[in-house]
């Protein structure tokens, strides 16, 4: 059997496009003569849909779309992800489903079994869980079909749940499984999701195919990395991360004993994938807002360098405007570094000394503040000032502010509410300074683009003389 993988980048409610892109990749399996095509989950809608689910036209505008694919009748079976009314008046309203079309109409729906309710998942707030478990026959093959986290509990160990769903298929005798998958990334989920992949093939026996969502949707990336396993672990085909990709495979022949196309695990660095999912995740935030422009205040320091390069590998170089908003208490280097970095980047840049503001703002205070010490009252009202220069060339000329914040200031409450913590996303939130470190070294890999004094220099905010983080912080290791 022909299977065709398409790991594709959709956009939540985005229904035009995403269906356009399914027809589009139905088309190209036709062409070469695929027995079958598989997409990701909840991909008619874009995952995760989250409360959009409760709205009756979003659910219609599901099944028009299903319509839509069925009724341009394609050679090729189709397995596609939506959601789907539950029959029945108790339980919730939904199913989480994988649909199979073929011959202009939906055959058969397979309903997810195991709805993770952790982390960043609230499944169980809208779908009702599957209880029936048959397979898919088509031409002259069994196939167990699931959804996502139905692979995720091998021999029911998983002590989140009480059922194996393909414990209970592999009963029917399935010839292989397929699982159609919106899995979130993070540094360690792909080996973690290889395991699982390894664990259900050495378990049942069967080959594995498994396609994952690819792209970002707000503060969720999907890395794809989707997956053909054969029994004895081997992998048959692994399409790449970060990357929409429609590949076509022949079961069959892939299956037979020495066959020539298994492939070896592809060797990814943790540093490597998290540069290639933040560039995804700013390229995707725009790209599905309708934004075009970010704005970042750049201050010689190693955060807003990280930042600055990602965005400019995201956006182009021509779509990136930074701020150097200087003042009496920025270092020697905290221009001339960002300035180079700018050089290097070939990005524009404005300098705006902010030294006026704050000393308007100290006169202003004085009468008030009388002859109390200088404190973190005035460090907030310089990073205050920055933000409303900030802000006003994004109103000013349509730019989003991008937010460079890393986890350990998050975590610890280093930062000014109004001054840095404003943005619209916040890059590296989920970095801690040690991993933007590490970052910047992996920027820095093949040549100098953050200039070495940025890397050297000891982490400060520069908000009063010779300041240091360590000051009021530990080292950040």
């Known amino acids: 059997m022909k299977i065709a993988l398409?790991?594709?980048?959709?956009?939540?409610?985005?229904?035009?496009?995403?269906?356009?892109?399914?027809?589009?990749?139905?088309a190209w399996a036709d062409k070469l003569g695929a027995d079958l095509i598989?997409?990701?989950?909840?991909?008619?809608?874009?995952?995760?849909a989250r409360d959009f689910l409760d709205?009756?036209?979003?659910?219609?505008?599901?099944?028009?779309?299903?319509?839509?694919?069925?009724?341009?009748?394609?050679?090729?079976?189709?397995?596609?992800?939506?959601?789907?009314?539950?029959?029945s008046l108790e339980g919730k309203d939904l199913f989480n489903a994988a649909v199979f079309i073929h011959q202009g109409r939906m055959q058969q729906i397979f309903c997810k079994t195991l709805l993770p309710t952790y982390d960043v998942f609230d499944e169980y707030r809208y779908f009702e869980p599957n209880r029936n478990f048959n397979l898919l026959h088509f031409k002259g093959k069994?196939?167990?079909?699931?959804?996502?986290?139905?692979?995720?509990?091998?021999?029911?160990?998983?002590?989140?749940?009480?059922?194996?769903?393909?414990?209970?298929?592999?009963?029917?005798?399935?010839?292989?499984?397929?699982n159609i998958s919106a899995s979130p990334f993070s540094y360690i989920q792909h080996r973690e999701r290889l395991k699982i992949l390894k664990a259900n093939v050495s378990r049942y026996k069967i080959p594995l195919i498994y396609v994952n969502q690819v792209g970002a949707q707000t503060e969720l990336i999907f890395d794809g990395g989707s997956t053909v396993m054969l029994p004895g672990e081997k992998i048959a085909v692994q399409l790449p991360f970060f990357e929409e990709k429609l590949q076509l495979f022949d079961l069959e022949e892939a299956s037979q004993?020495?066959?020539?196309k298994i492939v070896a695990e592809v060797p990814l660095s943790e540093?490597?994938?998290?540069?290639?999912?933040?560039?995804?995740?700013?390229?995707?935030?725009?790209?599905?807002?309708?934004?075009?422009?970010?704005?970042?205040?750049?201050?010689?320091?190693?955060?807003?360098?990280?930042?600055?390069?990602?965005a400019a590998e995201a956006l182009g170089n021509e779509n990136l405007l930074c701020l150097l908003m200087p003042s009496e208490f920025s270092s020697e280097h905290s221009v001339t570094d960002a300035r180079q970095l700018c050089h290097n980047?070939?990005?524009?840049?404005?300098?705006?000394?902010?030294?006026?503001?704050?000393?308007?703002?100290?006169q202003l205070t004085r009468p008030y503040f009388k002859n109390l010490p200088f404190d973190v009252t005035e460090e907030n009202m310089q990073?205050?000032?920055?933000?409303?220069?900030?802000?006003?060339?994004?109103?000013?000329f349509g730019y989003i502010l991008l937010n460079t914040t890393n986890k350990s200031e998050a975590a610890v409450g280093y930062g000014t509410l109004y001054g840095d913590m404003c943005g619209g996303l916040c890059v590296i939130g989920d970095l801690y300074k040690t991993r933007v470190y590490e970052l910047a070294s992996y920027i820095n890999r093949e040549q100098q683009i953050i200039p070495g004094n940025i890397l050297l220099k000891p982490p400060s905010a520069e908000l009063r003389p010779n300041q240091k983080d360590t000051d009021s912080l530990p080292e950040y290791s």
């Not at 598989?38 to 995760?48: N, T």
């Not at 059922?163 to 298929?169: H, N, R, Y």
């Not at 599905?288 to 201050?299: D, V």
């Not at 933000?387 to 006003?392: F, R, S």
Request: proline share 5%; hydrophobic share 45%; glycine share 6%.
């Open 271 to 310: 540093i490597a994938l998290i540069h290639k999912a933040l560039v995804c995740g700013i390229k995707d935030y725009f790209a599905k807002l309708g934004f075009k422009k970010a704005i970042i205040g750049l201050s010689g320091g190693v955060d807003s360098a990280v930042v600055a390069v990602l």
């Open 383 to 396: 990073s205050r000032a920055r933000a409303i220069l900030l802000m006003a060339f994004c109103n000013k």
């Open 55 to 87: 709205y009756p036209h979003f659910i219609q505008a599901c099944s028009d779309s299903l319509k839509k694919i069925a009724d341009a009748n394609f050679q090729a079976g189709i397995i596609v992800g939506a959601p789907v009314k539950n029959p």
């Open 257 to 260: 004993p020495g066959s020539e």
């Open 6 to 26: 398409a790991q594709l980048n959709f956009h939540v409610g985005n229904f035009d496009a995403n269906t356009a892109k399914i027809l589009e990749a139905c």
């Open 38 to 48: 598989v997409f990701s989950e909840l991909c008619i809608c874009g995952y995760p």
């Open 345 to 362: 980047l070939n990005i524009s840049y404005e300098i705006i000394s902010i030294q006026p503001v704050f000393e308007t703002l100290k």
């Open 142 to 178: 069994k196939i167990a079909v699931t959804v996502c986290e139905d692979i995720w509990n091998v021999g029911n160990e998983n002590p989140l749940y009480t059922i194996a769903p393909m414990d209970e298929l592999i009963t029917s005798k399935p010839d292989f499984a397929i």
